[in-house]
């Protein structure tokens, strides 16, 4: 399992969330306490929003606990909205295109599960892309795929629903071919203006996802665990549902309710 840490509000530098605080995300790629593995090293990424309306996009196969750019950049680059993952491979090789998050256009995207039994019907699972989409296609993860099938389902006018019906066609080609569990998922992505996160899970066991509002009200963290041990004011996202944050606030909603509200 991986680890990751969003934010949107007024601009702050990354390494706020990524890497300065005791149980930073960068703490966590070796020392994670609510996930399956405490190590996480297997490449790190950060994607932020700037002037442009697409994000910028750093990506490595080095651990973020021995990564220097990565902690330059999160030093002197702030940002509106951003976010960094820590990856704990699942099956897939390391490589920096199987790094998070990808982007495409101006939505970034990172994710934090597995889909079971996705190397039994990979190239099933890609043939799902259409061709005008599938050159976006440049690593080899379940990950990346869930995102290629979120804007092929709609990401742009309707982000919630295409999300979780990605999840669903994934997780349908997981009870015809694959194995259990056939998904686990806590999922996070962007387009600088918005800040949407999943939390789901076919068994008992789904990825842990918290959120809290700044103290200021000028922005949300949201992460796979809380950056300082013991802070106060953090909240569970329920398995089960979405949440989506703006400048006015968040909606939490089932996740069966976002696909028949886009019907």
Same mark, same amino acid.
């Given at each position: 399992m991986c680890r990751w840490a969003a934010y949107i509000g007024a601009p702050i530098f990354m390494d706020g969330l990524v890497s300065s605080p005791g149980h930073s995300l960068v703490h966590q790629s070796r020392a994670a306490s609510e996930c399956k593995t405490a190590l996480n090293g297997d490449g790190v990424g950060v994607a932020w929003y700037g002037d442009r309306p697409e994000p910028g996009l750093y990506r490595d196969v080095y651990p973020a606990w021995s990564d220097p750019n990565l902690m330059a950049l999160c030093r002197t680059v702030k940002s509106h909205a951003f976010m960094a993952h820590v990856r704990a491979t699942t099956g897939s090789a390391t490589s920096r295109n199987n790094c998070h998050p990808f982007a495409c256009g101006r939505w970034s995207f990172m994710h934090n599960g597995q889909v079971g039994g996705f190397d039994r019907f990979r190239r099933l699972a890609d043939m799902g892309v259409s061709d005008a989409l599938y050159a976006q296609r440049r690593g080899a993860t379940d990950s990346e795929l869930l995102f290629l099938y979120a804007i092929e389902e709609g990401?742009?006018? $309707?982000?919630?629903? $295409?999300?979780?019906? $990605?999840? $669903?066609?994934?997780?349908?080609?997981?009870?015809?071919?694959?194995?259990?569990?056939?998904l686990r998922s806590s999922a996070a992505w962007m387009d600088g203006n918005r800040l949407f996160v999943l939390r789901y899970s076919t068994d008992h066991i789904a990825p842990t996802v918290y959120y809290r509002r700044r103290p200021d009200d000028l922005g949300w963290f949201v992460v796979s665990e809380p950056p300082e041990p013991g802070q106060a004011g953090w909240i569970e996202l329920p398995a089960g549902h979405l949440a989506a944050f703006t400048d006015a606030g968040v909606i939490i909603t089932p996740m069966s309710y976002a696909v028949a509200a886009a019907a």
């Amino acid at each position: 399992m991986c680890r990751w840490a969003a934010y949107i509000g007024a601009p702050i530098f990354m390494d706020g969330l990524v890497s300065s605080p005791g149980h930073s995300l960068v703490h966590q790629s070796r020392a994670a306490s609510e996930c399956k593995t405490a190590l996480n090293g297997d490449g790190v990424g950060v994607a932020w929003y700037g002037d442009r309306p697409e994000p910028g996009l750093y990506r490595d196969v080095y651990p973020a606990w021995s990564d220097p750019n990565l902690m330059a950049l999160c030093r002197t680059v702030k940002s509106h909205a951003f976010m960094a993952h820590v990856r704990a491979t699942t099956g897939s090789a390391t490589s920096r295109n199987n790094c998070h998050p990808f982007a495409c256009g101006r939505w970034s995207f990172m994710h934090n599960g597995q889909v079971g039994g996705f190397d039994r019907f990979r190239r099933l699972a890609d043939m799902g892309v259409s061709d005008a989409l599938y050159a976006q296609r440049r690593g080899a993860t379940d990950s990346e795929l869930l995102f290629l099938y979120a804007i092929e389902e709609g990401l742009d006018d $309707a982000p919630e629903a $295409a999300m979780v019906t $990605a999840h $669903a066609r994934l997780e349908a080609m997981s009870r015809t071919d694959g194995t259990t569990p056939h998904l686990r998922s806590s999922a996070a992505w962007m387009d600088g203006n918005r800040l949407f996160v999943l939390r789901y899970s076919t068994d008992h066991i789904a990825p842990t996802v918290y959120y809290r509002r700044r103290p200021d009200d000028l922005g949300w963290f949201v992460v796979s665990e809380p950056p300082e041990p013991g802070q106060a004011g953090w909240i569970e996202l329920p398995a089960g549902h979405l949440a989506a944050f703006t400048d006015a606030g968040v909606i939490i909603t089932p996740m069966s309710y976002a696909v028949a509200a886009a019907a």
